[in-house]
């Protein structure tokens, strides 16, 4: 993940982007080979991929919430498919936003089902099939799973952060990308970029050049009320956390310390201890992100629970009709598809 990522992912290549350069080809290579000879198994419903080119945190999250909202509103049913960060059940299963703990279905899934079901599964096939069958979704939104090439994509949406784009340009080990450019814009639908910033404009160039849609969005506090004023140790286990400290600054509240953790961090007891302790000792509140808070739910103590804010984002399309768009054509896609066959 981004914030467990080598640094100079994110930097000019160096002499160890060249030191990696033949692992990196390698790891290309068979990520390019397997995205264009899978055998992907066809759904019984639409499905829409949110996905994204590299490792790391682009936001799909709440893009692919926003999208189950626009899915609702035009009178569908959607559901969620994801493979659960560090998920532990051998079988599909539909997460309990109530019950389930994120150490058994992951940060991210939890978030997804305050919106609409959501099948917890490396099977992404077997995933599909619960939710239609058992939940009666009939639009699927697969949060990720871009690569893995289980199941045909009807519309594919990838997700760029516009601060960071796709860091060096390499392929793992040498950087953040999990295959080519070139070999994964063939399965690209459209690009979404996220936010501000000038660091994915080559890649979104390129996408334009292949004849790609490109889509603007940014992400804005859902409510911005009660931060203004306010000091934080503000604190995030997330791909980039210096954007959740941003985003509490642009919300009024002042980060007075900040504390980043790498993405899908289970915090300790000492961690919470010490976050508490210094919070107070400086007369700060704690603030922390909607993941960070999924997480904490079921492993941190209730007396540590009351003591932090939690900042929920929105997606916002700079484009209102964006999202039905999308939706739209991902219904056109699928239609084309079952009259294929």
Known sequence: MASEAPPFWWEEPDWKVLALSPLSAVYALVAGRGMRRARREKIEAPVLCVGNFTVGGT?????????????????????FLSRGH??????????????????????????????APVAVTPNRAAGARLLIEKHGCDF??????????????????????????????????????????????VFTSGLLKMGEG????????????????????????????????KRFLAFAGIGHPDKFFDTVRAAGGEVVLSKPFP????????ELAELAATARAEGLGLITTAKDAARLRHGASQDFLDRFEVLEIDTVFELDHVPERIIDETLDAWRQRKLRG
């Open 59 to 79: 936001g799909k999250t709440p893009v692919a919430i926003a999208l189950a909202e626009q899915a609702n509103r035009m009178q569908l049913k959607p559901g």
């Open 263 to 270: 993405d899908h961090h289970f915090y300790a007891e000492d």
């Open 198 to 229: 000038t660091a994915a404009d080559a890649v979104v160039r390129q996408a334009a050049r292949a004849g790609r849609p490109i889509f603007e969005a940014h992400t804005e506090p859902s409510s911005k009320a009660g931060l203004a004023g």
């Open 140 to 185: 699927l939104i697969m949060d990720d799973g871009f690569q893995s090439a289980r199941i045909h994509i009807d519309y594919a949406l990838i997700v760029v952060d516009a601060r960071y784009g796709i860091g060096n340009g390499r392929v793992i080990p040498g950087g953040p990308l999990r295959a080519t450019i070139v070999d994964q814009l």
């Open 86 to 115: 560090g998920g532990s059940f051998a079988e599909p299963h539909v997460v309990d936003a109530h019950h389930d703990a994120a150490k058994h279905v992951g940060d991210e899934p939890l978030l997804l089902a305050e919106h």
